[in-house]
């Protein structure tokens, strides 16, 4: 695997219920020397992600049935998954086979501070800043953030909601941005169409942090504006899977110089 022979823990779980791009994903990942793992549906995947604990975990956001989005808000919310790198691939345009990929994060409160310390560093800039944007409208949470997150090296800047949030985005571009699903004036969901609408901000990271347990209106107002692409669009399903194999094989290497 050239530079990224040999990592720790090699074991990809494939969440998918598309068995043509199950059979394209294990060619793939065989070929590069990876173990891999199907599963067809959330419940199968969380067992299969609790019983081998693999090093990278591929889920089909949209499958049938708001399948993938209970597959990911299971393991975000799980204490022994949770830390597991997640990339998330999703077929974005029906008539014209678009897709994208990329990852996600979700909090429900209150916030574990080790872990959002951990999954922010995923995403820090080494030797730059890391400008963080807060969009809540909790003193005591943005507190708490201010609390675990300064001494990390990160810049904080709050928004109270989304309104405002866009309104300082225009002025200055985050690096990462924290995101309350739930505040006055616009909330989150409002937010994020309005953020993933604009091309020069679609690539920011957007961590959710919610009290609230999600509905599936919920996961169809989320639709894909959770996801923070990582390489673009693509219209060929190969361009895809060549892509995510590329990006599995960075975070492994990186999971392996960090431990």
């Known amino acids: 695997m050239n530079i990224f022979e040999a990592p720790e823990n090699s074991t990809v779980l494939v969440i998918a219920e598309n068995p043509y791009l199950q059979d394209m994903m294990m060619w793939r990942l065989e070929k590069e020397e990876f173990t891999f793992f199907a599963a067809y549906n959330s419940i199968d995947g969380l067992e299969r992600a609790k019983a081998m604990n693999p090093g990278v975990i591929v889920l089909d956001i949209n499958m049938s049935k708001n399948d993938g989005w209970d597959a990911l808000i299971s393991l975000k919310t799980h204490p022994q998954l949770s830390g597991i790198p997640l990339i998330l691939f999703s077929m974005i345009d029906d008539n014209n086979q678009q897709y994208i990929f990329g990852t996600a994060e979700y909090f429900e409160?209150?916030?574990?501070?080790?872990?959002?310390?951990?999954?922010?560093?995923?995403?820090?800039?080494?030797?730059?800043?890391?400008?963080?944007?807060?969009?809540?409208?909790?003193?005591?949470?943005?507190?708490?953030?201010?609390?675990s997150l300064k001494p990390n090296g990160f810049i904080l800047e709050e928004a109270e909601n989304g309104e405002k949030a866009l309104e300082q985005i225009s002025k200055k571009k985050p690096d990462l941005i924290l995101l309350d699903l739930m505040m006055p004036v616009m909330d989150g969901f409002e937010?994020?169409?309005?953020?993933?609408?604009?091309?020069?901000?679609?690539?920011?990271?957007?961590?959710?942090?919610?009290?609230?347990?999600?509905?599936?209106?919920?996961?169809?107002?989320l639709n894909n504006n959770i996801i923070n692409i990582l390489e673009g669009r693509f219209k060929k399903r190969d361009d895809l899977i060549g892509n995510i194999i590329g990006y599995i094989k960075e975070t492994l290497f990186k999971t392996k110089l960090t431990r």
Do not use: C, M
């Open 109 to 147: 409160k209150p916030v574990d501070r080790r872990r959002i310390i951990s999954v922010l560093k995923n995403y820090s800039n080494e030797g730059n800043d890391n400008n963080v944007l807060v969009i809540e409208d909790d003193p005591d949470q943005i507190e708490l953030l201010k609390h």
């Open 191 to 221: 937010f994020l169409e309005r953020l993933r609408s604009k091309t020069e901000w679609e690539s920011i990271p957007v961590i959710l942090i919610s009290a609230k347990k999600l509905s599936t209106d919920d996961y169809y107002r």
